[in-house]
């Protein structure tokens, strides 16, 4: 039976719990709290500071009497106005679950916001040998929750379509699919970005990237267009070049959807679910489906569960010693100082957009920080404050553990450390680019091919009893240019490619 409003506790939102799905009641009062020192904390991109901003300020407005909105230096400072009792959905970070938990009288309830719940993962866990594999829990999870199931079988016989997932780019500039949807700009917008440029103006605050139209949902009505729009017109090619690369196209067939779950507006349920039905009804291919059921309520929970599995200190795991400080062209998204043309335009992107997909992410930006060795704890801070789906539990893991190999394989059993070539499979990027990708010393080499056979070089030690290495590490000990790489590549030091 549903509780009725006046039996419930106003329930304390937080700006990433702003969808239906975070009150037991449409009508349950509410408390929301717009702190200026979460802006103050982190130097965050201006476009990603705007959406959370936006979003909570679009719920108040919503919300009219049933909400409290208070504007506070600090959540402790707001609290301390509440007279009444209140409870709360456990929050997605630590230190937020350690705050609420030690307030007296507040009530924390289980996390809400993914599809599967943190004991069933805790239970799963223990049952297994051999590693916990995204594969095995993704498999599980659809058996329990009965998503793309035909009776005990996984729909059309098989669970995974990443074989037709991987093809390179088309040759053409773009994958001419219909546009993602995009928001309209309002008054409150506009409230936002003169209380932002103050802020900035006042010295209180610091933001990196340039500001810009908002491209992204603020709310529920917003997010539920989006969703509309990804699911009836780029669905049924989402997944066939899922891992590539256009300069022209940098949304292809994704479905820019993130922020939308992470701010709390979408339910990742309900995402899973209208995606199964666009298949059930002959809408999208299954292998589209299958490939973005897989990112949602795949990687997205499991990613939410190893954050709090590995506990407290995964963020400071180190495992191949990379200590390099982040140079101040890439921490300030400085893309103009960088001739290396996909580095260029993906660091581009991050200024202007605050986002780009998943494989500019892992294999150009990523990919370079391995390289070049940049320390995990510090990328993962600069991850989290110049994206705007970036949160502490999805980018701990994505960073620390699937990018830069610093857990020592928890997350992947090798590092995706790659050189020209993949960049150049599955990219148009090296066509336009000053450098060669099969050239890997001299005026022409490809800072990634060459920065590839270095971190080998660096980490040769490290990497020996992985035997998923021993091939990598075979091809280095045949290099014959290998002192000159090497040379070259430290005389580069910090200096943008
Ligand atoms: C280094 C690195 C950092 C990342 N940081 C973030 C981040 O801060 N926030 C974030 O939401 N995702 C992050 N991701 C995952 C992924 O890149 C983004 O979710 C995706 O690019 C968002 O765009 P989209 O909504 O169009 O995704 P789509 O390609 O349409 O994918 C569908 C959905 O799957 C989910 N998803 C897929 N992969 C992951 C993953 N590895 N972790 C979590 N969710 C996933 C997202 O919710 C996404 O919306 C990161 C990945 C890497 C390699
Ligand atoms: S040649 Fe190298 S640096 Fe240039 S775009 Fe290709 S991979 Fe990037």
């Not at 980490?459 to 009893?465: D, F, Q, S, V, Y």
Request: proline letters at 7%; hydrophobic letters at 40%.
């Amino acid at each position: 039976m549903t509780s009725s409003p006046t039996d419930l506790r106003r329930r304390w939102l937080f700006a990433d719990q702003l969808g239906p799905h975070f009150l037991d009641h449409p009508d349950q009062p509410v408390l929301l709290v717009e702190s200026r020192a979460v802006f103050r904390r982190r130097r965050f991109h201006r476009q990603k500071a705007h959406l959370v901003l936006s979003a909570l300020r679009h719920r108040a407005a919503e919300l009219g009497d049933q909400a409290v909105l208070l504007r506070a230096d600090t959540y402790g400072e707001a609290l301390a106005q509440v007279g009444e009792p209140l409870d709360v959905c456990a929050p997605t970070s630590r230190a937020a679950l350690g705050l609420v938990e030690r307030r007296p009288g507040l009530e924390v309830l289980p996390h809400r916001g993914f599809v599967t719940a943190r004991p069933d993962f805790e239970r799963w866990a223990t049952a297994q040998r051999g590693g916990l594999l995204m594969e095995n829990f993704y498999r599980t999870a659809r058996r329990v929750h009965g998503v793309l199931m035909d009776g005990d079988d996984p729909a059309g016989g098989r669970w995974n379509f990443d074989h037709e997932n991987r093809e390179p780019p088309p040759r053409t500039p773009t994958l001419d699919v219909p546009e993602p949807w995009l928001p309209q700009e309002d008054e409150i917008d506009a409230e936002v970005r003169q209380d932002l440029d103050r802020w900035e103006a006042d010295g209180d605050v610091t933001f990196v990237g340039r500001d810009g139209p908002r491209r992204f949902a603020v709310t529920r009505d917003e997010a539920v267009a989006a969703l509309d729009r990804f699911v009836d017109h780029r669905l049924p090619t989402f997944g066939r070049h899922e891992d590539a690369m256009l300069a022209a196209d940098p949304w292809m067939s994704h479905s820019m959807l993130s922020a939308a779950m992470n701010l709390g507006l979408l339910d990742p349920r309900e995402v899973v679910e209208r995606a199964e039905d666009a298949y059930r009804s002959g809408h999208a291919p299954l292998a589209s489906v299958e490939g973005y059921v897989r990112q949602v309520m795949g990687w997205r929970d499991y990613v939410w569960h190893v954050y709090w599995h590995t506990g407290p200190t995964y963020k400071q795991s180190n495992a191949l010693a990379a200590r390099a400080p982040l140079p101040t062209w890439f921490r300030e998204l400085d893309a103009d100082a960088v001739e290396a043309r996909c580095l260029r335009e993906v660091l581009g992107q991050v200024r202007d957009t605050a986002w780009v997909h998943h494989i500019p992410r892992l294999m150009v930006l990523g990919n370079w920080a391995l390289q070049r060795g940049y320390d995990p704890a510090e990328l993962t801070d600069w991850f989290h404050e110049c994206f705007v789906d970036g949160y502490e539990w999805v980018m701990q893991p994505n960073v620390v553990g699937m990018s830069q190999h610093a857990d020592g394989g928890f997350m992947a059993t090798k590092p995706y450390a790659s050189g020209g070539a993949y960049i150049k499979r599955m990219s148009d990027y090296c066509g336009g680019c000053r450098y060669r990708p099969d050239v890997r010393v001299g005026e022409d080499a490809c800072p990634f091919s060459a920065g590839y056979w270095w971190f080998l070089d660096r980490n040769r030690e490290r990497l020996a009893p992985n035997r998923r290495m021993a091939q990598p590490l075979a091809g280095l000990g045949r290099l014959r240019d290998r002192e000159a790489l090497v040379e070259q590549e430290e005389l580069r030091g910090a200096s943008p490619p």
